[in-house]
Structures are given as C-alpha cells and as structure tokens.
C-alpha cells in the first residue's frame, strides 16, 4: 500500500512549480510507483492563461476549487470551469487554460509522469523527462 500526504510529498521534492508563472503541481503518484498513471494536485494559479497540447499523454482535471475556462484550440468551443467540473482530454486536445480565481485540480495523466515534468516549447510533457528543464 502506498500512503502520501500532500504538504509531505510537496517537501519531499515532488511540488514543481511552472517556470512560466502559471502552476504548481504536487505529483503524488508517478511512473515509479508502477500503477499504470500518475495522480497530481495542481494548483492553477488566479489570472493564469496559457496554451497546452498533450501529444504524449491523456489527461483527466477535475475543479475542486476557483473558476476559470478551457478552450479546445481546434473549434474554439469555451468551457466554464468551478468546482464539480471535470474535463477530459481524451483526443490529445491541443486547448488554453484560464484561470478567474485560483484553481484546485485533481489531475490523472496517462501514460504516467515521471515527476519532474514542466511544459515544453508545444505545451506537452515529453515522455523521457527525467528533470526539470526551463
């Protein structure tokens, strides 16, 4: 059985903070632990607008707390976000994620990270990432 807290695993060097100012995120499962994805608490911070594009990986958010929008890139369709919202990234949308307030997520991503991930120039997470690059 695996047992973590997550101000302990954040002190334990598994917070990563965004070098573009607009997330921190407590991976508190990964690769290593071997269940096939990676669980992470990510906190988006209030007034963040950034572009993503997860060609790597699938990815599962759901809002425990603030409001914000996504917007799928490919038709331009906006979605509210508060908290109760999940959303799916089940087609590698390439989107934007604004924040209104500060964000609480809960993120599943698959395959599973290795943890030191930040986004690259195309806003993906590659799949070899061992450290964090900025």
């Known amino acids: 059985m695996i047992v973590r807290d997550l101000e302990t695993a954040a002190g334990e060097g598994r917070k990563i903070v965004d070098p573009g100012g607009n997330w921190d995120s407590t991976r508190l499962l990964l690769r290593d632990d071997n ?14 607008d950034f572009r993503m594009h997860y060609q790597n990986h699938l990815e599962s958010v759901y809002c425990m707390s603030g409001e914000g929008e996504v917007e799928t890139l490919a038709d331009g369709k906006r ?3 508060k908290p109760g919202t999940i959303y799916i990234l089940d087609q590698h949308d390439e989107h934007m994620l604004r924040a209104t307030s500060e964000m609480k997520m809960a993120c599943v991503f698959n395959p599973p990270l290795h943890g030191k991930e930040v986004h690259n120039a195309d806003g993906a997470y590659e799949l070899t990432a061992e450290t964090v690059t900025a």
Request: cysteine-free; charged content about 0%; proline content about 6%.
């Open 35 to 48: 269940m096939g994805f990676s669980f992470h608490i990510t906190t988006i911070y209030a007034g963040a």
């Open 79 to 81: 979605y509210p976000i």
